[in-house]
């Protein structure tokens, strides 16, 4: 399939690491050597850690339970914009390498992991649901015929072979679907400022939710240290891929 010079803005960007060791004790440390901020907020369980501020106007996240390490970015939201703006952080080509940057020099020194998944929400505003159809169409081929439709939802995973990890499969899930997209709850101006109600009313999206990970070693193996860092590059590259090319083998 071609290039589409359709442009994706993004709602929030994820690294999953998959470990063979906890690190629920080391969220402080993980949140430090990641974003060189002071956290907002830390929220602590038996089996889980979340600690949450905010990096560079967006929301940051690290969730760690005794399997996985989350990495998020969020779009932070404007009180000033809300009824009217989507909250994103702005175009899925700059911000997904403003992301690969801060998050790799922690995967660099992890040598406990055995997967990778790297993940994203994507939009692309409509004025109405056929507009958004259309949208989806130029991606997903004319398999499936979009106009006149009400409801849509496609799902696939077609597996690559790794260019990094030699004999091991990629997943390239991704999810297409055009939806009403609202907010409807509490946010605020900054962390000290009263939290205020803030709307966006039923703004039709074009969506695609990517979840791109390598299927597992097998035998309990981690990954070599070396090759983290170019597997999480070929997982964003192969990201890049569909929101540029749409559903392609």
């Not at 850690?49 to 990495?71: M, S, T, Y």
Request: glycine share 6%; charged share 25%; net charge negative.
């Amino acid at each position: 399939m071609s290039s589409n010079k359709i442009s994706w803005e993004v709602n929030h960007l994820r690294l999953t690491a998959f470990t063979t060791k906890p690190l629920i004790g080391r969220e402080q440390e993980v949140w430090q050597q990641i974003f060189d901020v002071e956290p907002e907020n830390t929220s602590l369980s038996p089996r889980k850690a979340v600690v949450v501020g905010v990096w560079n106007e967006k929301q940051a996240q690290v969730e760690i339970d005794p399997v996985r390490v989350n990495i998020r970015l969020f779009a932070q939201l404007n009180v000033d914009t809300a009824e009217t703006a989507l909250p994103t952080m702005g175009q899925f080509s700059e911000r997904v390498k403003e992301f690969a940057d801060v998050v790799s020099p922690w995967i660099r020194g992890n040598s406990n992991v055995e997967r990778l998944a790297f993940g994203g929400l994507l939009m692309i505003p409509a004025d109405n649901h056929e507009e958004a159809y259309a949208l989806l169409q130029k991606f997903i081929g004319e398999q499936v015929r979009l106009e006149g439709a009400r409801e849509f939802q496609l799902r696939i995973n077609r597996r690559r072979t790794s260019n990094v990890l030699e004999g091991i499969e990629i997943n390239r899930l991704c999810k297409w679907f055009a939806t009403e997209f609202s907010i409807k709850g509490f946010m605020s101006r900054s962390a000290e400022a009263q939290k205020e109600l803030a709307y966006l009313e039923d703004q039709i999206v074009a969506s695609l939710d990517l979840d791109i990970n390598n299927v597992g070693l097998g035998d309990s193996c981690v990954i070599p240290e070396d090759k983290l860092e170019p597997l999480f590059e070929e997982l964003v590259s192969l990201g890049e891929e569909i929101a540029e090319k749409g559903d392609v083998d």
